[in-house]
């Protein structure tokens, strides 16, 4: 199964709608997947997603299935900062290294990102297990192997947050060290063996549809919801 995670283009978060920059990277971002072997489409329910996934969409000829849990993640700890929004250098600035078993407690938004990651975590494992493929413990079972491609238009906050998940980085590591552009594509791919299956990552963050519509290395992410 190859997965493919499109952030929504450049937003207009007070409309939760796209900036006109965003509307020309959504336009050059459709002409890039037009031809893409996409099996299947889902979307975010949240308005700059489904504008961002509207100009594919209809470039293609083709619709798709929105999930309500695909909406950005409440990554918000206090008002006016959000979890993948923290600065690396604060995120590093500790002696003890930030680990899978304790970065709940070692970040101020660690107690309140525990539950909304497992929320988001146990939906996508349900999801995944309808494509063929259940969680048990680090690595997925194949109930029945998946060759399909598979495009998902979300959210920057979610991307990051599946790839922790997948890729069995804390997630303020990834938050710290990957980036997520608006309109911009990741991909993995499973790795199957004996019935197993694991992710790989393959593309990050690429920009190469709008490469001179890039934003700085932050995510800049407005809301947590």
Same mark, same amino acid.
């Given at each position: 199964?190859?997965?493919?995670?499109?952030?929504? @283009?450049? =937003?207009?978060?007070?409309?939760?709608?796209?900036?006109p920059?965003?509307?020309?990277? @959504?336009?050059l971002?459709?002409?890039?997947?037009?031809?893409?072997?996409?099996?299947?489409?889902?979307?975010s329910?949240?308005?700059?997603?489904?504008?961002?996934?509207?100009?594919?969409l209809?470039?293609?000829?083709? $619709?798709?299935?929105?999930?309500?849990?695909?909406?950005?993640?409440?990554?918000?700890?206090?008002?006016?900062?959000?979890?993948?929004?923290?600065?690396?250098?604060?995120?590093?600035? $500790?002696?003890a290294?930030?680990t899978?078993?304790?970065?709940q407690d070692?970040?101020e938004?660690?107690? &309140?990102?525990?539950?909304?990651?497992?929320?988001?975590?146990?939906?996508?494992?349900?999801?995944?297990?309808?494509?063929?493929?259940?969680?048990?413990?680090?690595?997925?079972?194949?109930?029945?192997?998946?060759?399909?491609?598979?495009?998902? %238009?979300? &959210?920057?906050g979610?991307?990051l947050?599946?790839? $922790?998940?997948l890729?069995?980085? =804390? =997630?303020?590591?990834?938050?710290?060290? %990957?980036g997520?552009?608006?309109?911009?594509?990741?991909v993995?791919?499973?790795?199957?063996?004996?019935?197993?299956?694991?992710?790989?990552?393959?593309?990050?963050?690429?920009? $190469? &549809?709008?490469p001179?519509?890039?934003?700085?290395?932050?995510?800049?992410?407005?809301?947590? %919801?």
């Open positions: 199964m190859r997965l493919w995670l499109i952030r929504h @283009a450049d =937003p207009d978060y007070a409309n939760d709608a796209l900036t920059k965003g509307h020309v990277q @959504a336009r971002l459709a002409e890039t997947l037009l031809g893409a072997p996409l099996d299947a489409i889902y979307l329910p949240l308005g700059r997603a489904q504008l961002t996934a509207r100009y594919t209809e470039r293609r000829g083709e $619709s798709a299935t929105t999930l309500d849990w695909l909406a950005e993640l409440r990554g918000g700890y206090r008002p006016g900062h959000v979890a993948w929004d923290m600065h690396p250098a604060d995120v590093l600035g $500790s002696e290294p930030i899978a078993a304790g970065w070692q970040l938004y660690g107690i &309140h990102l525990t539950p909304v990651l497992q929320e988001f975590w146990d939906a996508w494992d349900r999801f995944c297990l309808d494509l063929g493929y259940e969680r048990q413990g680090a690595r997925y079972r194949i109930v029945q192997s998946n060759e399909d491609q598979v495009a998902i %238009f979300c &959210h920057a979610v991307i947050s599946l790839l $922790s998940h890729l069995h980085i =804390p =997630p303020p590591l990834v938050y710290a060290h %990957f997520c552009d608006p309109s911009s594509v990741t993995l791919e499973t790795d199957e063996k004996d019935g197993w299956a694991t992710f790989r990552l393959v593309v990050l963050n690429d920009m $190469s &549809h709008a001179g519509l890039r934003r700085s290395p932050r995510q800049h992410t407005r809301y947590g %919801f």
